[in-house]
């Protein structure tokens, strides 16, 4: 899909391109492609002078590939968006690239960021003024919207927190925790992972001294809000360890009560085995055998050898 955007009385206002006629008509501050056709992409090539590689978003690239300047001026930086939905969480790669004042992204589906960005455009006048403010206003809202998802997880958590900490867990829910922790905890991994790639991003825009002094203001303020999201991932991971260490520690506890209740049950049969072995013996001269009431008398001492135990694991509160 091809998406032109243009300036209207200081509004962004979209439009779709389904040819080369159209878009040899607009004026583009911004020029979005979501996964654009080899067709779409010769119109790019004839209409701007821009060649778009097919291997644009491959996530192999290497580290001095993700942000340069070419020496015809334009400015190439690749980052990673994230997408936080209910079935797989995940980064997105998107390259960008900046060319005679016209912003290109290219990327894999559509993302959250960019239909932030597109709504907030259409109802505060003035939010866009040149290409460079799209590419910050990107990043801006990529920033807002993990400090959004930081703040799911907190959510999530404190609910694994009132199934943990606050009423008896059994083995089944355990696992549900287990599982629900493991997600956040993957979530908040790839929630740093995207902003520690948005700060170096916002960092080379600095550093290529494009930006004026409103847009590197602009700038500052994004790599401060990026270092809080920094901090409050790190207090996540230490929130995220503790329920874990918490939730296995229960695991144990549940398992250690199923062996201690099979350790009690073999120390009590100790003494009626050690007893019918005795009476087994096959000895001439052994003086209950001849006995009326010898029979009973050896059951009822086999059952009050197994009580006396448990009489007396009660008492010292091993059975609870």
Do not use: C
């Not at 200081?10 to 979005?32: F, M, N």
């Not at 991994?189 to 290529?208: K, L, P, Q």
Request: charged share 25%; glycine share 4%; hydrophobic share 45%.
């Amino acid at each position: 899909m091809l998406n032109v955007f243009t300036l209207a009385q200081g509004r962004l206002v979209q439009h779709e391109i389904d040819s080369p006629d159209t878009l040899a008509q607009a004026a583009p501050v911004w020029v979005d492609l979501e996964a654009p056709s080899p067709m779409e992409k010769g119109w790019i090539s004839a209409r701007f002078g821009l060649h778009i590689p097919d291997d644009i978003v491959d996530d192999d690239l290497e580290e001095s590939a993700r942000f340069y300047e070419e020496d015809n001026g334009e400015l190439h930086i690749r980052s990673d968006f994230l997408i936080d939905d209910d079935v797989t969480p995940r980064n997105v790669r998107v390259a960008f690239i900046l060319k005679d004042g016209v912003l290109f992204s290219v990327h894999g589906e559509d993302l959250p960021v960019f239909r932030l960005l597109r709504l907030r455009a259409r109802r505060i006048p003035a939010l866009i003024g040149d290409a460079k403010d799209v590419l910050l206003k990107l990043y801006d809202a990529d920033a807002e919207y993990s400090a959004d998802a930081l703040e799911g997880i907190y959510d999530s958590l404190e609910k694994v927190s009132a199934r943990v900490l606050k009423q008896d867990v059994d083995d089944r829910a355990a696992g549900d925790a287990l599982s629900a922790i493991a997600k956040e905890e993957d979530l908040n991994g790839r929630i740093r992972r995207n902003v520690m790639d948005t700060r170096r991003a916002v960092s080379f825009m600095m550093r290529s001294r494009l930006l004026n002094a409103e847009q590197f203001e602009e700038a500052r303020q994004i790599m401060r809000d990026i270092d809080s999201l920094d901090s409050h991932t790190a207090f996540l991971f230490d929130k995220i360890n503790f329920l874990m260490d918490a939730t296995v520690g229960f695991i144990n506890i549940n398992q250690n009560k199923i062996i201690k209740i099979f350790s009690v049950a073999s120390v009590a049969l100790l003494p009626p085995t050690l007893i019918a072995s005795i009476y087994g013996m096959n000895f001439q001269h052994m003086p209950e055998l001849q006995h009326p009431w010898g029979y009973p008398f050896a059951l009822g001492l086999m059952v009050a050898s197994v009580a006396a135990p448990f009489i007396y694991f009660r008492r010292k509160g091993w059975l609870r």
